[in-house]
């Protein structure tokens, strides 16, 4: 019988752990395939876990000077996460900001960050499970 007290570890919790931790050792290619991992294991409504992972991924992109690739890649988590609501997740992808900085003379960088710090202020602005799109529909 399954406790109500645990929550259900499987392997894409253990490739989130070990994404977590080859990343604080410097380890990146490592981290960077435990993320894509994760993202191989959960399905597509999985959406909060899988931003996590793509979060850490685009992380471990960016360390390793695979801006552009890093950038394509936040845009998709930006997408997928706009009706999310989730604080966590708007907190990381605010820290994305502060990591793709350094980079911000490239146009697509610049460009990207801006439209980051605009999406952010959004969805701070708006309540949580209110349509975002602008079509009326819910």
Known sequence: MASPWASVFDEASLAAEAARCFGRL?????????AA?????????RVRSRAFAQVMLVSSLISQGRVDEACAIAH???????A???V???????????LFAPF???PD?????EFLQDELRERLLSPVGTDR??????
């Open 26 to 34: 410097g380890q990146l290619d490592a981290a960077r395939r435990q």
């Open 37 to 45: 991992r994760i993202l191989e294991l959960r399905p597509p409504e």
């Open 76 to 82: 998709e988590v930006l997408g997928q996460t706009r």
């Open 84 to 86: 999310l609501g989730s």
């Open 88 to 98: 966590l997740v708007a907190k990381q992808l605010e820290d994305l900001g502060h």
């Open 104 to 106: 911000k003379r490239n």
């Open 109 to 113: 960088i610049a460009a990207f960050i």
């Open 133 to 138: 799109s602008g079509t009326g529909a819910s």
